[in-house]
């Protein structure tokens, strides 16, 4: 029987050090749902995605991903289940590994393949580079994969394992207009075709700056200021110019064209005549 239990479910959740990161965040998402993070610099966007995964351990408050309980259970092993691709991951994998190497790691939520390849795992690796398009860079080492064939290698290394969820962080950061569009493009795809005839693609979570990366396979979104949740709820309803404004701090102009695709572009600053 499939679960109905929130693929992520946030309550109350308050992170401190020194100072508030966080200050009573309260999130749900569903399955059949995928969300955006949206913010400015500073409002929080990582710190939760960083007490999600368990590196930033709750103040008070609680969480809930996959219907495990933060702990309750051991976050190495929840990971697993989960495919993260981030701008971190890029910077920290072996300049040898090559691209097929590279997705195989992603069976143990490692970095770098150890020891000789299974048969099992270079079946599986080897189907995952077709599906993210990647196929022709297999035997590549990592050191000279562009920055948009390493995203596509990093999406294949986070569904190695089949997660249940898929987490993006900033993906298109360093990667040109026309690599973005590409890009999300290929993210539009997987989302609507999933792992093939036998498995849906996981809800993905997407964290970003630029209302234009989010693409109509989002159907929800949670902005952020100062560690707080501004607003939340289906992008059509929260996108928009007095929203974008508020969390930005700056007077911005959002628009939807026709195909469901957002814009933001910044106000000029009126300037004071004297």
Not at 211 to 224: G, K, N, Q, T
Request: charged residues 25%; proline residues 5%.
């Amino acid at each position: 029987m499939k679960s109905t239990a929130p693929v992520i479910e946030v309550v109350g959740l308050r992170v401190e050090r020194d100072a508030p990161i966080l200050r009573r965040i309260d999130w749900r998402v569903l399955n059949g749902q995928n969300w955006a993070i949206v913010g400015a610099n500073g409002s929080g966007k990582t710190s939760l995605l960083r007490a999600l995964t368990g590196y930033l351990p709750p103040t008070a408050g609680e969480i809930r991903v996959l219907g495990e309980t933060y702990g309750r259970f051991d976050w190495r092993d929840l990971r697993k289940r989960i495919g993260i691709v981030s701008s971190s991951l890029n910077q920290m994998m072996p300049d040898n590994e090559t691209a097929l190497r590279a997705v195989a790691s992603g069976t143990n939520a490692q970095l770098g393949y150890w020891g000789p390849m299974s048969q099992r795992d270079r079946r599986a690796a080897l189907a995952i580079l077709v599906r993210v398009e990647a196929r022709e860079i297999r035997d590549r080492p990592w050191a000279v994969l562009s920055q948009g064939e390493r995203q596509r290698v990093l999406i294949g290394r986070a569904l190695m394992a089949k997660p249940r969820l898929l987490i993006l962080d900033e993906p298109c950061a360093g990667l040109d207009p026309a690599a973005r569009e590409h890009f999300m493009d290929f993210i539009s795809r997987l989302a609507r075709t999933g792992f093939g005839r036998r498995s849906a693609a996981p809800p993905i979570v997407l964290v970003t700056h630029h209302a234009e990366e989010i693409v109509p396979i989002f159907s929800h979104v949670l902005v952020l200021k100062g560690g707080r949740v501004l607003a939340q709820g289906p992008c059509d309803r929260i996108l928009n110019s007095a929203t974008m404004t508020a969390a930005f701090g700056t007077a911005v102009t959002v628009k939807r064209d026709r195909t469901g695709r957002y814009s933001l572009t910044v106000r000029p600053r009126r300037r004071l005549v004297i």
